[in-house]
Protein backbone atom coordinates (compact mmCIF):
# COMPACT_ATOMS: atom_id res chain seq x y z
CA UNK A 1 0.00 0.00 0.00
CA UNK A 2 1.96 3.14 -1.03
CA UNK A 3 0.20 6.29 0.41
CA UNK A 4 -2.54 7.27 2.86
CA UNK A 5 -5.65 7.69 -0.17
CA UNK A 6 -8.49 6.44 2.71
CA UNK A 7 -10.96 4.21 -0.01
CA UNK A 8 -7.79 2.18 -0.67
CA UNK A 9 -6.96 1.79 2.93
CA UNK A 10 -10.46 0.31 3.35
CA UNK A 11 -10.46 -1.95 0.62
CA UNK A 12 -6.30 -2.98 2.47
CA UNK A 13 -8.21 -3.37 5.89
CA UNK A 14 -10.86 -5.96 4.45
CA UNK A 15 -9.11 -8.05 2.36
CA UNK A 16 -6.54 -8.20 5.74
CA UNK A 17 -9.48 -9.19 7.53
CA UNK A 18 -11.01 -11.85 5.46
CA UNK A 19 -7.38 -13.00 4.83
CA UNK A 20 -7.24 -13.48 8.63
CA UNK A 21 -10.45 -15.35 9.29
CA UNK A 22 -9.42 -17.73 6.77
CA UNK A 23 -6.27 -18.24 8.76
CA UNK A 24 -3.90 -16.92 5.91
CA UNK A 25 -0.56 -15.62 7.40
CA UNK A 26 -0.91 -11.53 5.67
CA UNK A 27 1.75 -8.72 6.28
CA UNK A 28 0.28 -5.56 4.81
CA UNK A 29 3.91 -3.20 3.52
CA UNK A 30 3.12 0.74 4.19
CA UNK A 31 5.16 2.96 1.48
CA UNK A 32 5.43 6.60 2.08
CA UNK A 33 3.72 8.19 -0.96
CA UNK A 34 6.80 9.83 -2.18
CA UNK A 35 8.29 6.59 -2.36
CA UNK A 36 10.59 6.11 -5.62
CA UNK A 37 9.75 3.93 -8.36
CA UNK A 38 13.16 2.00 -7.82
CA UNK A 39 12.68 1.15 -4.44
CA UNK A 40 9.16 -0.03 -5.06
CA UNK A 41 10.46 -2.47 -7.89
CA UNK A 42 13.14 -3.27 -5.63
CA UNK A 43 10.66 -4.39 -2.73
CA UNK A 44 8.46 -6.54 -5.37
CA UNK A 45 11.76 -8.25 -6.58
CA UNK A 46 11.97 -9.00 -3.05
CA UNK A 47 8.74 -10.18 -2.64
CA UNK A 48 8.86 -12.38 -5.67
CA UNK A 49 11.81 -14.07 -4.06
CA UNK A 50 10.39 -14.88 -0.66
CA UNK A 51 9.44 -18.52 -1.20
CA UNK A 52 6.78 -18.43 1.94
CA UNK A 53 4.94 -15.61 -0.02
CA UNK A 54 2.43 -16.95 -2.43
CA UNK A 55 0.70 -14.00 -2.95
CA UNK A 56 1.41 -10.22 -3.89
CA UNK A 57 -1.20 -7.55 -3.93
CA UNK A 58 -0.48 -4.16 -4.97
CA UNK A 59 -3.34 -1.80 -4.21
CA UNK A 60 -4.43 0.71 -6.85
CA UNK A 61 -4.18 4.01 -7.80
CA UNK A 62 -0.66 4.49 -6.96
CA UNK A 63 -0.30 7.69 -5.80
CA UNK A 64 2.04 10.53 -7.59
CA UNK A 65 3.85 9.99 -11.14
CA UNK A 66 4.32 6.06 -9.63
CA UNK A 67 4.37 3.71 -12.89
CA UNK A 68 1.35 1.19 -11.78
CA UNK A 69 1.98 -0.61 -14.83
CA UNK A 70 5.40 -1.29 -14.17
CA UNK A 71 4.65 -2.14 -10.82
CA UNK A 72 1.98 -4.76 -11.87
CA UNK A 73 4.89 -6.16 -14.53
CA UNK A 74 6.91 -6.86 -11.91
CA UNK A 75 5.08 -8.91 -9.95
CA UNK A 76 5.70 -12.89 -10.58
CA UNK A 77 3.01 -14.33 -12.53
CA UNK A 78 2.92 -17.01 -10.24
CA UNK A 79 1.93 -14.89 -6.92
CA UNK A 80 0.06 -12.44 -9.00
CA UNK A 81 -3.08 -13.32 -7.37
CA UNK A 82 -4.90 -10.02 -8.91
CA UNK A 83 -4.65 -11.87 -12.47
CA UNK A 84 -3.46 -7.90 -13.82
CA UNK A 85 0.26 -9.06 -15.14
CA UNK A 86 0.21 -8.97 -18.86
CA UNK A 87 1.22 -12.94 -19.01
CA UNK A 88 -1.61 -13.88 -16.62
CA UNK A 89 -4.15 -11.76 -18.74
CA UNK A 90 -2.70 -13.02 -21.80
CA UNK A 91 -3.77 -16.58 -20.58
CA UNK A 92 -7.45 -16.01 -19.28
CA UNK A 93 -7.82 -14.29 -23.54
CA UNK A 94 -6.90 -17.17 -24.87
CA UNK A 95 -9.11 -19.11 -22.30
CA UNK A 96 -6.83 -20.96 -20.39
CA UNK A 97 -6.40 -19.13 -17.29
CA UNK A 98 -3.83 -19.19 -14.34
CA UNK A 99 -6.10 -17.16 -12.28
CA UNK A 100 -9.43 -14.83 -12.83
CA UNK A 101 -9.43 -11.55 -11.65
CA UNK A 102 -11.25 -11.07 -9.02
CA UNK A 103 -14.14 -9.15 -9.84
CA UNK A 104 -14.69 -10.60 -12.87
CA UNK A 105 -14.43 -13.84 -10.92
CA UNK A 106 -17.07 -12.99 -8.48
CA UNK A 107 -19.52 -12.30 -11.37
CA UNK A 108 -19.59 -15.64 -12.70
CA UNK A 109 -19.22 -17.01 -9.47
CA UNK A 110 -22.88 -15.00 -8.56
CA UNK A 111 -24.18 -16.15 -11.96
CA UNK A 112 -23.40 -19.37 -11.49
CA UNK A 113 -25.06 -19.59 -7.82
CA UNK A 114 -28.21 -17.87 -9.30
CA UNK A 115 -28.30 -20.70 -11.45
CA UNK A 116 -28.34 -18.46 -14.55
CA UNK A 117 -27.66 -20.14 -17.95
CA UNK A 118 -25.17 -18.03 -20.27
CA UNK A 119 -25.22 -20.12 -23.28
CA UNK A 120 -26.87 -18.54 -26.30
CA UNK A 121 -28.14 -15.37 -24.23
CA UNK A 122 -27.82 -11.28 -24.86
CA UNK A 123 -25.17 -10.20 -21.65
CA UNK A 124 -24.24 -6.49 -22.03
CA UNK A 125 -21.35 -4.96 -19.85
CA UNK A 126 -21.26 -1.49 -19.24
CA UNK A 127 -17.21 -0.19 -19.21
CA UNK A 128 -14.24 -1.73 -20.68
CA UNK A 129 -11.49 -1.15 -17.83
CA UNK A 130 -8.85 -3.97 -17.52
CA UNK A 131 -9.33 -4.63 -14.47
CA UNK A 132 -13.66 -5.90 -14.64
CA UNK A 133 -15.38 -4.90 -17.75
CA UNK A 134 -12.79 -6.68 -20.11
CA UNK A 135 -11.97 -9.86 -18.19
CA UNK A 136 -16.17 -10.06 -17.71
CA UNK A 137 -16.72 -10.15 -21.10
CA UNK A 138 -14.16 -12.31 -22.01
CA UNK A 139 -15.53 -15.29 -19.51
CA UNK A 140 -19.55 -14.12 -20.47
CA UNK A 141 -18.01 -14.73 -24.39
CA UNK A 142 -16.56 -18.29 -23.51
CA UNK A 143 -19.39 -19.15 -21.50
CA UNK A 144 -21.01 -18.87 -25.01
CA UNK A 145 -23.00 -15.32 -24.23
CA UNK A 146 -23.41 -12.99 -27.35
CA UNK A 147 -21.81 -10.19 -25.54
CA UNK A 148 -22.32 -6.29 -26.13
CA UNK A 149 -19.51 -4.12 -24.60
CA UNK A 150 -20.38 -0.71 -23.90
CA UNK A 151 -18.31 2.32 -23.05
CA UNK A 152 -17.64 6.08 -23.15
CA UNK A 153 -18.25 6.36 -26.49
CA UNK A 154 -21.20 4.30 -26.74
CA UNK A 155 -23.56 6.77 -28.36
CA UNK A 156 -27.05 5.42 -26.82
CA UNK A 157 -26.34 3.37 -23.71
CA UNK A 158 -30.56 2.73 -23.47
CA UNK A 159 -30.61 -0.24 -26.21
CA UNK A 160 -27.95 -2.56 -25.08
CA UNK A 161 -29.17 -2.45 -22.04
CA UNK A 162 -32.75 -3.18 -23.01
CA UNK A 163 -31.66 -6.03 -24.84
CA UNK A 164 -29.51 -7.94 -21.97
CA UNK A 165 -30.28 -10.97 -20.26
CA UNK A 166 -27.34 -10.67 -18.16
CA UNK A 167 -26.56 -7.03 -17.48
CA UNK A 168 -23.23 -5.92 -15.92
CA UNK A 169 -22.47 -2.30 -15.17
CA UNK A 170 -19.01 -1.09 -14.32
CA UNK A 171 -18.96 2.85 -15.46
CA UNK A 172 -18.35 3.90 -11.36
CA UNK A 173 -21.28 6.80 -12.41
CA UNK A 174 -23.34 7.15 -9.83
CA UNK A 175 -27.03 5.97 -10.69
CA UNK A 176 -26.40 6.39 -14.07
CA UNK A 177 -28.94 3.71 -15.51
CA UNK A 178 -32.02 4.03 -14.99
CA UNK A 179 -33.93 0.58 -13.52
CA UNK A 180 -36.52 0.72 -16.34
CA UNK A 181 -34.59 0.32 -18.99
CA UNK A 182 -33.89 -2.73 -17.35
CA UNK A 183 -34.84 -6.14 -19.57
CA UNK A 184 -37.72 -7.85 -17.72
CA UNK A 185 -35.75 -11.44 -15.95
CA UNK A 186 -32.58 -9.97 -16.54
CA UNK A 187 -29.83 -10.94 -14.19
CA UNK A 188 -28.47 -7.37 -13.06
CA UNK A 189 -24.87 -6.97 -11.78
CA UNK A 190 -24.14 -3.80 -10.36
CA UNK A 191 -20.40 -3.25 -9.89
CA UNK A 192 -20.06 0.22 -9.59
CA UNK A 193 -18.80 1.38 -6.32
CA UNK A 194 -19.54 5.29 -5.82
CA UNK A 195 -19.39 7.72 -2.77
CA UNK A 196 -23.01 10.07 -2.66
CA UNK A 197 -21.85 14.04 -1.42
CA UNK A 198 -23.64 12.41 2.13
CA UNK A 199 -21.05 9.90 2.21
CA UNK A 200 -23.64 7.08 1.44
CA UNK A 201 -22.76 4.17 -1.00
CA UNK A 202 -24.33 3.92 -4.42
CA UNK A 203 -24.01 1.63 -7.55
CA UNK A 204 -24.23 2.51 -11.40
CA UNK A 205 -28.00 1.20 -10.95
CA UNK A 206 -30.88 3.62 -10.32
CA UNK A 207 -33.15 0.69 -8.18
CA UNK A 208 -36.33 2.59 -8.88
CA UNK A 209 -38.17 0.06 -11.12
CA UNK A 210 -35.03 -2.43 -11.68
CA UNK A 211 -36.32 -4.37 -8.30
CA UNK A 212 -39.82 -5.09 -10.39
CA UNK A 213 -37.84 -5.89 -13.93
CA UNK A 214 -34.53 -7.84 -12.71
CA UNK A 215 -34.74 -11.40 -11.61
CA UNK A 216 -31.61 -10.95 -9.51
CA UNK A 217 -29.54 -8.28 -8.72
CA UNK A 218 -26.93 -7.47 -6.61
CA UNK A 219 -26.84 -4.59 -3.85
CA UNK A 220 -23.78 -1.96 -3.79
CA UNK A 221 -22.76 -2.19 -1.13
CA UNK A 222 -22.36 -5.84 -0.03
CA UNK A 223 -22.56 -7.44 -3.57
CA UNK A 224 -20.19 -7.85 -6.08
CA UNK A 225 -17.68 -6.13 -3.15
CA UNK A 226 -17.22 -8.92 -0.81
CA UNK A 227 -17.40 -11.74 -3.76
CA UNK A 228 -14.61 -10.33 -4.99
CA UNK A 229 -12.82 -10.22 -1.90
CA UNK A 230 -13.27 -13.81 -1.76
CA UNK A 231 -11.98 -14.74 -5.59
CA UNK A 232 -9.07 -12.91 -4.09
CA UNK A 233 -8.79 -15.63 -1.15
CA UNK A 234 -9.52 -18.26 -4.04
CA UNK A 235 -6.72 -16.62 -6.11
CA UNK A 236 -4.09 -17.01 -3.26
CA UNK A 237 -5.52 -20.46 -2.50
CA UNK A 238 -5.25 -21.81 -6.13
CA UNK A 239 -1.74 -19.74 -5.98
CA UNK A 240 -0.76 -21.52 -2.56
CA UNK A 241 -1.17 -24.74 -3.87
CA UNK A 242 0.17 -24.35 -7.37
CA UNK A 243 3.65 -22.91 -5.79
CA UNK A 244 3.58 -26.31 -3.45
CA UNK A 245 2.20 -29.02 -6.59
CA UNK A 246 -0.66 -29.68 -4.47
CA UNK A 247 -4.19 -29.92 -6.62
CA UNK A 248 -6.78 -27.96 -4.29
CA UNK A 249 -9.61 -30.08 -3.38
P1 LIG B 1 -12.64 2.65 -14.91
O1 LIG B 1 -12.82 4.10 -14.65
O2 LIG B 1 -11.27 2.09 -15.11
O3 LIG B 1 -13.52 2.23 -16.18
C1 LIG B 1 -14.82 2.72 -16.35
C2 LIG B 1 -15.36 2.23 -17.66
O4 LIG B 1 -16.67 2.74 -17.81
C3 LIG B 1 -14.55 2.68 -18.88
O5 LIG B 1 -14.46 1.63 -19.81
C4 LIG B 1 -15.36 3.85 -19.45
O6 LIG B 1 -15.28 3.96 -20.86
C5 LIG B 1 -16.77 3.43 -19.07
N1 LIG B 1 -17.63 4.60 -18.87
C6 LIG B 1 -17.40 5.68 -18.12
N2 LIG B 1 -18.43 6.54 -18.20
C7 LIG B 1 -19.33 5.99 -19.04
C8 LIG B 1 -20.59 6.39 -19.52
N3 LIG B 1 -21.16 7.53 -19.15
N4 LIG B 1 -21.23 5.57 -20.37
C9 LIG B 1 -20.69 4.39 -20.74
N5 LIG B 1 -19.49 3.96 -20.30
C10 LIG B 1 -18.82 4.74 -19.46
O7 LIG B 1 -13.36 1.93 -13.68
P2 LIG B 1 -13.21 0.44 -13.11
O8 LIG B 1 -13.53 -0.55 -14.15
O9 LIG B 1 -11.95 0.31 -12.36
O10 LIG B 1 -14.38 0.46 -12.01
C11 LIG B 1 -15.72 0.69 -12.38
C12 LIG B 1 -16.56 0.79 -11.11
O11 LIG B 1 -16.50 -0.44 -10.41
C13 LIG B 1 -16.08 1.85 -10.12
O12 LIG B 1 -17.21 2.39 -9.45
C14 LIG B 1 -15.25 1.06 -9.12
O13 LIG B 1 -15.21 1.65 -7.84
C15 LIG B 1 -16.02 -0.24 -9.08
N6 LIG B 1 -15.24 -1.40 -8.72
C16 LIG B 1 -15.85 -2.29 -7.88
C17 LIG B 1 -15.21 -3.45 -7.53
C18 LIG B 1 -15.92 -4.41 -6.65
O14 LIG B 1 -15.28 -5.27 -6.12
N7 LIG B 1 -17.24 -4.30 -6.52
C19 LIG B 1 -13.85 -3.75 -7.99
C20 LIG B 1 -13.31 -2.78 -8.93
C21 LIG B 1 -14.00 -1.65 -9.27
P3 LIG B 1 -13.89 4.29 -21.64
O15 LIG B 1 -13.13 2.99 -21.68
O16 LIG B 1 -14.34 4.73 -22.98
O17 LIG B 1 -13.20 5.35 -20.84
Known sequence: MVGTDPASRIYVERKARVAERLGFAHRQVDLPPDISQERLLALVAELNRVQKVDGILVQLPLPGDLDGDAVLEAIDPAKDVDCFHPLNTGLLTLGRPRFVPCTAAAIMAILEHWGVGLSGRSATVVGRSPIVGRPVSLLLDRAGATVTVCHSRTPDLEPHVRAADILVLALGRPLAIPGRWVKPGAAVLDVGINRMPDGSLC???????????????????????????????????????????????
Open 203 to 249: GDLDYGHAMDRAAYITPVPGGVGPMTIAMLMRNTFLAASARQNVTPG
